[in-house]
């Protein structure tokens, strides 16, 4: 059974920053690439960030290049996301997602249950 288990977020100010993590297991978590999404309330779902397996290509949502990092360590099965100069309109549930690296940006394989970032301004 496949888990990704987010953890991380909270309230933070506006200019400050948060650091999510994604724990995988259940999974071969050095194939798959792996993402993050975000759904404010009242919108839907949208992309963040994406890695490959082997950490060579990242790709990000163009508003938060520059602010956001995503990163992975493929020995403990984790994927994070730094999260600098947040905003208010990052406020979201963070979810983390696996799957094949060219599908990540509209779809995944496989979900995990969110974990809420509010940014007060």
């Known amino acids: 059974q496949v888990q990704l288990v987010e953890s991380g977020g909270g309230?933070?100010?506006?200019?400050?920053?948060?650091r999510l993590s994604c724990a995988a297991s259940g999974l071969t978590f050095e194939t798959y690439a792996m993402g993050w999404f975000r759904q404010a309330p009242g919108k839907e779902r949208e992309f963040v960030a994406r890695i490959t397996w082997s950490s060579d290509s990242t790709d990000y949502k163009d508003s938060v290049k520059g602010r956001f990092t995503i990163s992975r360590d493929n020995a403990k099965n984790t994927v994070y996301l730094q999260m600098n100069s947040l905003k208010p309109e990052d406020t979201a549930v963070y979810y983390c997602v696996a799957g094949r690296w060219g599908e990540l940006r509209t779809r995944s394989m496989y979900w995990g249950q969110g974990t809420q970032v509010t940014v007060s301004s």
Do not use: F, H, K, W
């Not at 309230?11 to 948060?18: C, D, E, F, I, T």
């Open 11 to 18: 309230l933070v100010q506006a200019g400050g920053s948060l």
